[in-house]
């Protein structure tokens, strides 16, 4: 059962008198306790339709053109900022790229987590949670809308029970001592924590749907397959869904139930994360598999993918990939290939797979 349905997704950019297309007619699914991983080289557009899930969009240089984002019925496309804060966090958490940038570093961590618990709360009916809480934010309700203001921050410390719940929270990512992690600051801990950090704030919310934007980015490789383990752990512990975006082939593999390879701004292939490894379609895909390291000793040279990513201020017309393509053929260069199901729960957007 589908959780979040997109459909003909189009997102432009407009700087001065340019007009870019970041994600152009992007069909996707994500379903119930799904894990599902979008792959792709940067600037492909993977984090703007990432961004576009939760309305967090600059909205003085980018614009949906068209298309839907169905998250359990609602069109969040058509919502304004005041109806989408009932969703961002509580419904569609989101865990950023570098999580010392995303931590206030002014605040402990039991405060910021208590904060995000209270905010919840509020947005769920439970009011009376922010006036034990240290939050700088307050909810207030009127009618169906939500609407948030600032206050002063009391100088109480944070009420037992969101204490409680902070530390639960921490204890659900592994986190040892975290009554101890609650009173550092950000900068005290390690890129590691800080990234549990950021996933127990987000998993505080209990969202059906976690989007992690590179959440491993900034790790090392160490640490990068310990939070990967634990995020696919999670899934069944809190039940979600979780979107991963990434660029790198073998992060998928290693958490991701299924597949989705974008290339400039388009989907060309949607697979399970088994058919796509062991027989991938698209002459991108096959590329990216091919500049893989396959850690073996033996004379097998990588191969790189010739030319490089078209502009896409003034993209192509016909497929985006032709020009880098081995495969390519004239109808390539004249007609743009439609994303179509060759194989059961295989997609691809080639013509060497039909029309």
Same mark, same amino acid.
């Given at each position: 059962?589908?959780?979040?349905?997109?459909?003909?997704?189009?997102?432009?950019?407009?700087?001065?008198?340019?007009?870019?297309?970041?994600?152009?007619?992007?069909?996707?699914?994500?379903?119930?306790?799904?894990?599902?991983?979008?792959?792709?080289?940067?600037?492909?557009?993977?984090?703007?339709?990432?961004?576009?899930?939760?309305?967090?969009?600059?909205?003085?240089?980018?614009?949906?053109?068209?298309?839907?984002?169905?998250?359990?019925?609602?069109?969040?496309?058509?919502?304004?900022?005041?109806?989408?804060?009932?969703?961002?966090?509580?419904?569609?958490?989101?865990?950023?790229?570098?999580?010392?940038?995303?931590?206030?570093?002014?605040?402990?961590?039991?405060?910021?987590?208590?904060?995000?618990?209270?905010?919840?709360?509020?947005?769920?009916?439970?009011?009376?949670?922010?006036?034990?809480?240290?939050?700088?934010?307050?909810?207030?309700?009127?009618?169906?809308?939500?609407?948030?203001?600032?206050?002063?921050?009391?100088?109480?410390?944070?009420?037992?029970?969101?204490?409680?719940?902070?530390?639960?929270?921490?204890?659900?990512?592994?986190?040892?001592?975290?009554?101890?992690?609650?009173?550092?600051?950000?900068?005290?801990?390690?890129?590691?924590?800080?990234?549990?950090?950021?996933?127990?704030?987000? !998993?505080?919310?209990?969202? +059906?749907? %976690?989007?992690?934007?590179? @959440? #491993?980015?900034?790790? $090392?490789? /160490?640490?990068?397959?310990?939070?990967?383990?634990?995020?696919?752990?999670?899934?069944?512990?809190?039940?979600?869904?979780?979107?991963?975006?990434?660029?790198?082939?073998?992060?998928?593999?290693?958490?991701?139930?299924?597949?989705?390879?974008?290339?400039?701004?388009?989907?060309?292939?949607?697979?399970?994360?088994?058919?796509?490894?062991?027989?991938? !379609?698209?002459?991108?895909? +096959?590329? %990216?598999?091919?500049?893989? @390291? #396959?850690?073996?000793? $033996?004379? /097998?040279?990588?191969?790189?993918?010739?030319?490089?990513?078209?502009?896409?201020?003034?993209?192509?017309?016909?497929?985006?990939?032709?020009?880098?393509?081995?495969?390519?053929?004239?109808?390539?260069?004249?007609?743009?290939?439609?994303?179509?199901?060759?194989?059961?729960?295989?997609?691809?957007?080639?013509?060497?797979?039909?029309?």
């Amino acid at each position: 059962m589908s959780l979040i349905t997109i459909t003909g997704l189009t997102i432009a950019y407009g700087f001065r008198d340019s007009r870019l297309i970041a994600v152009n007619s992007v069909d996707l699914e994500i379903g119930e306790k799904e894990f599902l991983a979008v792959v792709g080289e940067s600037g492909c557009g993977k984090s703007t339709l990432a961004l576009s899930m939760i309305g967090l969009l600059p909205k003085s240089v980018a614009t949906i053109v068209a298309g839907q984002i169905v998250y359990k019925g609602t069109d969040l496309v058509k919502l304004d900022n005041n109806e989408l804060r009932r969703y961002r966090g509580t419904e569609i958490a989101m865990i950023f790229q570098e999580p010392l940038t995303s931590l206030n570093p002014v605040y402990r961590v039991g405060d910021q987590m208590a904060e995000a618990i209270a905010i919840r709360e509020a947005r769920t009916g439970g009011d009376e949670a922010l006036a034990g809480s240290s939050s700088v934010m307050q909810e207030v309700h009127r009618s169906d809308e939500v609407r948030v203001s600032r206050v002063p921050r009391p100088k109480k410390r944070v009420s037992s029970e969101l204490k409680k719940e902070a530390v639960d929270a921490l204890k659900l990512v592994r986190i040892p001592d975290p009554e101890q992690v609650l009173e550092r600051y950000p900068f005290e801990l390690s890129g590691g924590m800080r990234q549990r950090v950021m996933i127990a704030m987000a !998993l505080s919310q209990r969202p +059906k749907l %976690l989007v992690a934007d590179e @959440p #491993t980015t900034a790790l $090392d490789v /160490t640490t990068q397959a310990q939070v990967l383990k634990l995020m696919k752990e999670l899934m069944s512990e809190v039940n979600t869904s979780i979107l991963l975006i990434t660029h790198d082939l073998a992060v998928a593999s290693q958490v991701a139930d299924r597949v989705v390879v974008m290339y400039a701004a388009e989907v060309v292939e949607d697979a399970d994360v088994f058919a796509l490894f062991s027989e991938p !379609l698209h002459p991108y895909t +096959k590329g %990216l598999l091919s500049c893989i @390291p #396959t850690g073996s000793k $033996d004379d /097998t040279k990588l191969l790189p993918i010739p030319g490089s990513v078209p502009d896409l201020v003034n993209p192509p017309v016909g497929c985006r990939y032709a020009s880098r393509c081995p495969y390519v053929m004239d109808v390539c260069r004249t007609r743009e290939p439609q994303l179509v199901e060759v194989k059961p729960k295989h997609k691809v957007a080639c013509y060497l797979y039909g029309k």
